[in-house]
């Protein structure tokens, strides 16, 4: 069965505030996941010693990587990934739209890559959505247009993922589940699943979205010590077939 994570990974700072490439890869590897979706990498950033985090990750877990950066500022970059040991394809990736009236807010993207699982083709994209509510809705509006999920090559199945900074009652979350479904209230067996902050959860922010086609078998967010610590969001794990 396919297991799929979605990790706000902190550009690999831990909430000891110790940067660490290697233990978020720890605990991915741990997981033993078929797909993972990254948010907050740092690549060639002075920040965090200059390295490529989304290729250093993908290396340890042995996986194909795609790296879309939100934001760059001369060689610095900063952004989201999608790492897969299945076989795969770049579709899209691009900047989101921001709020008009607050021009100075951090850049946010998306990136679409298709999957084959079992010779079965599966869209998965990820995606930050931003802090400010008028922001969120307006980039969610976008990736539940034609751009994204509307798009004639996302044919189902798919899945959207990634930290969506918003909860199961915002206006984000009434615009996605218009067309796909929350991944946590059709899984077979119920854990608990809430991701912010990591040491002590209460939020549900972090989401997986499916379309029909998916069927779900668990999600949960593990809370073992090195997920309490590595990042400030826990992993967000999902366990899935492919069923059309």
Same mark, same amino acid.
């Given at each position: 069965?396919?297991?799929?994570?979605?990790?706000?990974?902190? $550009?690999?700072?831990?909430? &000891?505030?110790?940067?660490?490439?290697? %233990?978020?890869?720890?605990?991915? #590897?741990?997981?033993?996941?078929?797909?993972? /979706?990254?948010?907050?990498?740092?690549?060639?950033?002075?920040?965090?010693?200059?390295? &490529?985090?989304?290729?250093?990750? =993908?290396?340890?877990?042995?996986?194909?990587?795609?790296?879309?950066? +939100?934001?760059?500022?001369?060689?610095?970059?900063?952004?989201? +990934?999608? *790492?897969?040991?299945?076989?795969?394809? *770049?579709?899209?990736? =691009?900047?989101?739209?921001?709020?008009?009236?607050?021009?100075?807010?951090?850049?946010?993207? =998306?990136?679409?890559?298709?999957?084959?699982?079992?010779? %079965?083709?599966?869209?998965?994209?990820?995606?930050?959505?931003?802090?400010? @509510?008028?922001?969120?809705?307006?980039? =969610? /509006?976008? *990736?539940?247009?034609? #751009?994204?999920?509307?798009?004639?090559?996302?044919?189902?199945?798919?899945?959207? *993922?990634?930290?969506?900074?918003?909860? +199961?009652?915002?206006?984000?979350?009434?615009?996605?589940?218009?067309?796909? %479904?929350? #991944?946590?209230?059709? +899984? $077979?067996?119920?854990?608990?699943?809430?991701?912010? @902050?990591?040491?002590?959860?209460?939020?549900?922010?972090?989401?997986?979205?499916?379309?029909?086609?998916?069927?779900?078998?668990?999600?949960?967010?593990?809370?073992?010590?090195?997920?309490?610590?590595?990042?400030?969001?826990?992993?967000?794990?999902?366990?899935?077939?492919?069923? %059309?």
């Amino acid at each position: 069965m396919p297991r799929i994570v979605t990790y706000n990974v902190h $550009r690999c700072v831990g909430n &000891d505030r110790r940067l660490d490439v290697g %233990r978020i890869a720890d605990v991915l #590897a741990s997981l033993d996941p078929d797909i993972v /979706a990254l948010q907050e990498l740092d690549v060639g950033r002075r920040r965090t010693g200059g390295v &490529d985090q989304a290729h250093e990750i =993908a290396q340890r877990l042995d996986m194909a990587h795609h790296f879309h950066p +939100a934001m760059q500022v001369e060689e610095e970059r900063y952004g989201d +990934a999608i *790492l897969t040991r299945l076989p795969e394809r *770049l579709v899209k990736a =691009a900047t989101l739209p921001g709020y008009e009236r607050m021009r100075a807010l951090e850049p946010r993207g =998306a990136l679409w890559i298709e999957v084959e699982v079992d010779g %079965r083709p599966l869209q998965i994209i990820n995606t930050h959505l931003g802090l400010v @509510p008028r922001e969120q809705q307006i980039q =969610a /509006a976008h *990736l539940a247009g034609p #751009a994204w999920l509307e798009h004639p090559d996302c044919r189902w199945p798919a899945i959207l *993922l990634g930290d969506f900074n918003a909860t +199961a009652s915002s206006v984000v979350y009434r615009t996605l589940t218009r067309q796909l %479904r929350p #991944a946590r209230n059709l +899984a $077979r067996r119920k854990q608990p699943s809430s991701t912010f @902050p990591s040491p002590l959860p209460v939020l549900r922010i972090d989401h997986h979205f499916v379309s029909p086609g998916i069927e779900v078998e668990d999600v949960f967010a593990p809370f073992d010590p090195p997920c309490r610590v590595a990042s400030d969001h826990l992993p967000l794990v999902m366990d899935f077939e492919v069923v %059309r």
